[in-house]
């Protein structure tokens, strides 16, 4: 589904990603793990095409209308004056475009979809008074209706309440029964552990890329952390083949 080819990512010349090489296969559960500033995020942007590449290339075998994204909730403009259910419509996008209609079918799936994450009754409510759990909820109807093969997912269950979480999770393994590739940033061991199969650990380069419980050791997190601290801002610039972003 996924192939990551040697990818470097830069920000300002320093490298965010750097010689990453692996694959997703397809209808895998997979985590992506590291200490704070490893790349996590930097993959999934590069994945979803949002971040042009230094060096190296990500590869999909999915069009861009079948690849649904959630960045992370402090990424999300939620002033924005627009209801519960007009937001789990925008899914609808890719199949509409900007002059196509809502038709009663996609507004069916949108309440069906409101009603699988537990919030039916709140299809008028703006999202800016929601709270940040019930708001994840409505963003997790909004991939349902979007039917996605591919879904990148960051940080999904940052800062929600235990039953929020599991109640996403159950949605994380429907996907999966479904034949769906999964991919989500994660910073919970023991939910990854319990829940995905595949995990990939970053420390801007890559340390391990395989089962769970094969990444998911010792030796593999203690070398995670030391290169995160060994990394150094203010080191010599990556030069690559291509410009940097």
């Not at 985590?31 to 999934?44: E, R, W």
């Not at 996008?93 to 196509?100: E, K, P, T």
């Not at 960051?154 to 479904?178: C, G, I, K, Y």
Request: charged share 15%.
């Amino acid at each position: 589904m996924v192939t990551v080819d040697n990818l470097t990512v830069s920000y300002r010349q320093h490298p965010a990603l750097h010689h990453i090489s692996g694959t997703f296969a397809a209808g895998s559960l997979s985590a992506v793990i590291g200490p704070n500033g490893s790349g996590k995020s930097t993959l999934l942007k590069s994945i979803m095409g949002l971040l042009k590449p230094a060096g190296g290339e990500v590869r999909t075998t999915t069009p861009r209308q079948h690849i649904a994204y959630l960045p992370q909730l402090t990424e999300i403009e939620r002033t924005f004056p627009m209801q519960v259910r007009d937001c789990v419509l925008l899914g609808c996008w890719s199949s509409v475009g900007v002059w196509g209609g809502i038709s009663r079918s996609m507004q069916s799936r949108a309440d069906a979809a409101i009603r699988t994450v537990g919030l039916e009754g709140f299809e008028h409510r703006a999202v800016g008074s929601l709270s940040s759990g019930q708001f994840q909820r409505v963003l997790f109807a909004r991939l349902l209706v979007q039917d996605a093969q591919l879904i990148l997912l960051d940080e999904p269950f940052n800062a929600m309440d235990s039953r929020t979480t599991a109640a996403l999770l159950a949605l994380v393994h429907q996907w999966h029964t479904q034949g769906r590739t999964v991919i989500a940033v994660l910073h919970d061991d023991a939910q990854v552990a319990a829940h995905f199969e595949q995990t990939v650990l970053l420390a801007r380069e890559l340390v391990a890329w395989g089962p769970t419980a094969q990444v998911l050791t010792d030796p593999n997190l203690q070398r995670a952390r030391a290169l995160a601290e060994a990394w150094d801002d203010n080191a010599e610039i990556c030069h690559t083949d291509e410009a940097a972003v």
